[in-house]
């Protein structure tokens, strides 16, 4: 008897990629001995409602779809009292969590490997009430510059194509007053940039050492960054980042079981690359154990 899977499909995402490749996709998963049933998002926010009315029917629930798609799928996964299994083939820009959990880019091969693959706690990010996260909630200037910076110029350009984009924002950057709370500790600064993450890859402009970051410890990785008084203050925040070294003036690297972070006004945030408002006491919590990865 042939296990029944929900395979959720975001038709934007990778630019309407998946018909190309959605008949390979569903091949590996019939000769894997899988019945799936597709699903299809119709906009943002679309995903939880899904997995929340439907995936109690199935025995395992794939996304297909970049990192947002993979956070809403978990936001609904995590108000189910009996949660499933879920897969990840990746199909966005970014793809964080893909890096981080080696999962091929190649949609064919992603499918074999959910099939093949061991089941992975992964802790979730809360923010506020009812509101979650995979691996990043972030504030400030460098969340929307790496995610700004075009694709191809990444490629051909590498560090220069984000010292340039930086640069074309510079004179828009602005800091935000913080008191930021964190397990053992307080700091108030003026912060150019703020992220609680859970991954190893941060719009592929941040990269931790796998040996600094435990997916499933209930532990976040906070980074906070100053802003820069000149030109020299800013190579060297860039440096630092990709190089993992964070033992300059310019950035804190901190770790913490939960975190609340007080402005004076309400500032905008990010959660997994999508629109996360605008808040002025933010509280953010790990979920542990949160849901389970087939990786």
């Known amino acids: ?26 091949k590996v998963f019939y000769d894997g001995g899988w019945l799936p049933t597709v699903f299809f998002t119709q906009e943002q926010g679309d995903a939880p409602t899904l997995v929340t009315d439907h995936a109690s029917d199935f025995d395992l629930v794939v996304c297909i779809g970049g990192d947002g798609t993979l956070s809403e799928v978990c936001s609904g996964m995590m108000l189910l009292e009996s949660q499933r299994p879920i897969g990840y083939i990746p199909l966005g820009t970014a793809n964080d ?36 996260f995979t691996y990043i909630a972030a504030f ?15 490629r051909t ?28 500790g307080v700091l108030e600064d003026e912060f150019l940039f703020g992220a609680v993450a859970n991954s190893t890859s941060v719009a592929g402009l941040v990269k931790l050492d796998n040996d600094k970051v435990d997916l499933a410890d209930g532990i976040f990785e906070i980074l906070l960054v100053k802003k820069p008084r000149d030109l020299l203050d800013l190579n060297d925040i860039v440096i630092s980042i990709l190089s ?15 975190v609340r972070i007080l402005f004076d006004e309400p500032i905008a945030w990010t959660r997994d690359g999508e629109d996360g408002g605008k808040h002025r006491d933010v509280f953010i919590q790990s979920r542990h154990p949160g849901v389970t990865l087939l990786v």
């Open 1 to 26: 008897m042939q296990k029944r899977m929900m395979l959720l499909i975001n038709p934007n995402a990778g630019r309407g990629a998946y018909r190309s490749v959605l008949g390979d996709v569903l």
């Open 244 to 258: 993992s070294d964070f033992s300059g003036p310019n950035v804190s690297f901190l770790k913490s079981r939960e």
């Open 97 to 132: 969590v893909a890096r981080t959990l080696g999962i091929p880019f190649k949609p064919a091969e992603a499918a074999h490997h959910i099939l093949s693959g061991r089941e992975m706690p992964y802790d979730i990010g809360q923010f506020g009430c009812n509101s979650f």
């Open 140 to 154: 400030g200037a460098f969340t929307e510059v790496s995610y700004a910076t075009p694709q191809e110029r990444k």
């Open 157 to 184: 350009w590498g560090h220069m194509a984000y010292m340039l984009e930086a640069l074309r924002h510079l004179g828009q950057l602005t800091t935000s007053h913080a008191i930021v709370e964190y397990d053992g």
